[in-house]
């Protein structure tokens, strides 16, 4: 045994190929708590190590061991020095490429085993080779064998708090070897094992040398050290003794050949993933993860249910502008410019009959009107109200249903019956609640009617406006043959032509103008549509709707940053367990995607909830009677809209989690975090 610092010996193979391990003035030192002093764990340490060697790295604590494991297995890089594997400069490699050679070359054995308590043994083991892209069957058929070979087959389906300390170290061996584990570094595995245990590990471990795998101990136990075939001892960071390298007439080792999962086995590990990840989420941090699926699920809530009313309203007062406001209709009345000379024209019955046989042309209402004084005969008070005399039609084509009686026939009309429908204002204003109008007379410009029907309240709809219901509930109709024989001989006539399609109002409207052109002269009338006042109306709703949209947005919103809250301290309370993961072979974009899986599955199961309690809330809504509209697409897009917003506000602190110093995660003080 050389007594000093040993400079780098070579094993006998050194003159054919290079050391499996080749380390050159390596020193690694750390800033202090204060970011000032520097402390060296390493300093300049040349090693080398041939493959299949059994090496223990003796020292008191403090003196290195550890840190010089964590440069060895990639998990730390050298602050001065070269390290070089297999020939291979490690030092110019990046943090995928660190993480690639760890799950090819390396397995770790830690003193506290480092197995994730929300896994089963088996799912442990196959953790590197889940993160080396291996198919699911495949790892978990060599999983099983490993534990199998370690006398833990019964055990593979227990979690690590269900197993002794010196089945978890057992599983901990199985995990280093998934991969093949060509070289294993074994940071005080006995520290936590009885004396029985302690030395079954330390003989597996030289099984395992014998078996042609490279195994390095870092130890302060004698008794371990002596079962290595070379000792390197360490005092304050430096090779202090080094005993020559013994490679004994080891057997090749095998790599594992372990099949690519195929590109249809990808989908069902995503899906897989995102399962687990809810399910994990969801029995070890049942507190946090009910937290954002509250949240999130109170976003989604607000936001359907926002849009079931509005839209709803939309939906009913858009009707109702349609069919009371003339969205589908062209008003022909008589006279042109207000400086024109030249006679209005005066419309006919032969004017409508030529109306309809245009395109588009659905129906053709002749009407005429003003405002008269109406009484009930021989009682009450007066009431100056608007009368309408038009077609019989006019029912049909406002779907205004009536309270009482019937409404007037062409028939009426032809025989100039003097029969009234009076809306809603008009008999409450004519006659007391107690009284049937049905049949009794009314006097309407001095001359009797009889009245036939009394027309139900009209309502706007559920965004409708007092002006339309005052409108139509102050209003007398009569047959228009009667009216213009009785009351509005000289007055103006006014023509409605209702469209078939209102998407092409204008372009009839076009057509009627040269029609009446040619009968009547130009200037003679004058056309209306209420195409303008219809689309600011409607562009009102569209604001109104927006607006709603919005505030169900910022419920949503208010959704992610609870989402947010909940990975900062996820991240925080998981650093060991992204230390473990990172050891195993996991990249920076793993552990990324661990976060963010999580973050869309519990994102997603909250707007799931949302989903469903909007969908009770608006059945309810319904029941009182309030009109509700949900379009599907408008429920996908909430949905899709959460899980988005809640894997936006984790990327953060996923990208932290991501990019932690693996060696600092997986200290204690680190894991406390």
């Known amino acids: 045994m050389t007594q000093g610092r040993a400079s780098g010996a070579t094993p006998p193979s050194a003159g054919t190929a290079p050391p499996l391990i080749a380390l050159a003035g390596v020193s690694r030192a750390f800033a202090d708590a204060d970011g000032g002093t520097r402390v060296e764990a390493l300093a300049d340490v040349s090693l080398t190590i041939g493959a299949g060697e059994f090496v223990a790295i003796v020292g008191a604590s403090g003196s290195g061991k550890s840190t010089l494991l964590n440069i060895l297995g990639c998990l730390d890089r050298p602050s001065d020095g070269a390290y070089r594997f297999n020939g291979d400069d490690v030092g110019g490699l990046d943090a995928d490429a660190r993480a690639r050679l760890r799950r090819e070359a390396f397995g770790f054995v830690f003193q506290d085993y480092c197995l994730l308590d929300a896994l089963t043994a088996r799912e442990n083991v196959e953790l590197p080779a889940k993160y080396a892209g291996v198919g699911r069957a495949a790892r978990a058929e060599r999983a099983t064998r490993l534990l199998e070979s370690l006398g833990l087959a019964a055990r593979a389906g227990h979690r690590p708090p269900e197993l002794s300390g010196g089945e978890q170290q057992r599983v901990a061996i199985a995990r280093a070897l998934m991969n093949g584990g060509r070289v294993i570094l074994a ?289 007398v109709y009569l047959p228009f043959g009667t009216g213009l024989a009785l009351l509005f001989g000289g007055s103006s006539l006014n023509i409605d032509v209702r469209v078939a399609a209102p998407e092409r109002l204008e372009a009839t409207a076009r057509r009627l103008h040269s029609l009446l052109a040619g009968r009547h002269g130009l200037d003679t009338f004058h056309l209306r549509t209420s195409s303008g006042s219809m689309n600011e109306w409607a562009e009102v709703q569209r604001v109104m709707r927006a607006a709603w949209a919005t505030a169900g947005g910022i419920a949503v919103l208010l959704g992610g940053f609870g989402v947010l809250a909940v990975t900062v301290i996820s991240v925080r309370a998981r650093r060991r367990e992204i230390g473990i993961r990172v050891a195993a072979g996991a990249r920076r974009r793993d552990i990324l995607g661990q976060f963010l899986w999580e973050a869309a599955a519990v994102s997603l199961a909250g707007a799931l909830l949302g989903a469903i309690g909007s969908a009770a809330t608006l059945y309810a809504i319904s029941r009182i009677p309030a009109p509700v509209a949900v379009s599907p697409l408008h429920v996908l897009a909430a949905l899709a809209g959460a899980t988005a917003v809640g894997v936006l506000f984790s990327l953060l602190p996923a990208l932290r989690a991501a990019r932690l110093d693996p060696v600092a995660a997986l200290s204690d003080a680190a894991g406390d975090g």
């Open 187 to 475: 940071d005080e595995p006995t520290g936590a094992l009885d004396t029985a245990a302690g030395e079954d590990l330390v003989q597996r471990l030289g099984a395992l040398a014998a078996a042609g795998h490279t195994v390095v101990v870092a130890t302060h136990d004698a008794k371990v050290a002596a079962k290595a075939a070379r000792r390197v001892v360490l005092r304050d960071g430096r090779v202090v003794e080094e005993s020559a390298p013994q490679v004994a007439a080891h057997p090749t080792l095998t790599q594992p050949a372990l099949p690519a999962r195929r590109a249809w086995e990808r989908g069902g590990d995503l899906a897989r993933d995102a399962w687990g990840a809810l399910a994990a989420a969801w029995r070890h941090r049942r507190l946090g993860t009910t937290l954002s699926a509250t949240s999130v699920a109170i976003g989604v809530w607000s936001l359907v249910v926002l849009l079931g009313v509005t839209g709803g309203g939309l939906r009913d007062g858009l009707e109702s502008a349609i069919l009371h406001m003339g969205a589908d209709t062209i008003h022909v009345g008589r006279g042109g410019q207000a400086s024109s000379a030249v006679e209005p024209a005066r419309f006919d019955l032969a004017d409508a009959a030529a109306i309809r046989a245009l395109p588009n042309v659905s129906a053709v209402e002749m009407r005429t009107g003003g405002r008269l004084m109406v009484q009930r005969a021989g009682a009450g008070e007066p009431l100056e109200t608007f009368v309408t005399a038009t077609d019989a039609n006019v029912s049909e084509r406002r779907d205004w249903p009536l309270r009482r009686g019937a409404f007037y026939t062409a028939d009426d009309g032809a025989a100039l019956a003097p029969v009234a429908v009076i809306g809603s204002t008009v008999r409450d204003a004519l006659f007391s609640p107690n009284d049937d109008p049905i049949g009794e007379q009314i006097l309407v410009g001095g001359q009797p009617f009889v009245v036939k029907g009394v027309l139900a309240p009209y309502e706007a709809g559920f965004l409708g406006t007092q002006s339309l219901d005052s409108v139509y509930n102050d209003n």
